[in-house]
């Protein structure tokens, strides 16, 4: 069984940077984990996914060159980098985890573990 709790998120201006933690507890952390979003009325979507050695990053189209994920095994804690944010990042940020799958997933059917959420909202 694997608990995850995200924090970081918090209220910034157009322009600049956050930076998301999720940690992991209750089992070893070693499969793919992944970054999700949902805005106000919008439906979940995929945001980046890396690795379970944390060697491979994948990015959805709008945030690549913006955000990094990245993960600390040891510490069984993943992060999203969050730079140059506009006011449409502003969203409920999830992270998951997956034990089926050691490569980047961004479906969410492929991961079985999920945090709560934590809000990210982006003035303008």
């Known amino acids: 069984q694997v608990q995850l709790v995200e924090s970081g998120g918090g209220l910034v201006q157009a322009g600049e940077s956050l930076r998301l933690s999720c940690a992991a507890s209750?089992?070893?952390?070693?499969?793919?984990m992944g970054w999700f979003r949902q805005a106000p009325g919008k439906e979940r979507e995929f945001v980046s996914s890396i690795s379970g050695n944390g060697r491979i990053p994948y990015y959805e189209d709008s945030v690549r060159g913006r955000f990094a994920i990245s993960r600390d095994n040891a510490k069984n804690t993943a992060y999203l980098q969050l730079n140059s944010l506009k006011p449409e990042d502003t969203a409920v940020y999830y992270c998951a985890a997956s034990v089926s799958y050691y490569g980047v997933r961004y479906r969410e059917e492929d991961y079985e573990y999920w945090g709560q959420g934590t809000q990210v909202t982006v003035s303008s």
């Open positions: 209750g089992d070893t952390f070693s499969g793919a």
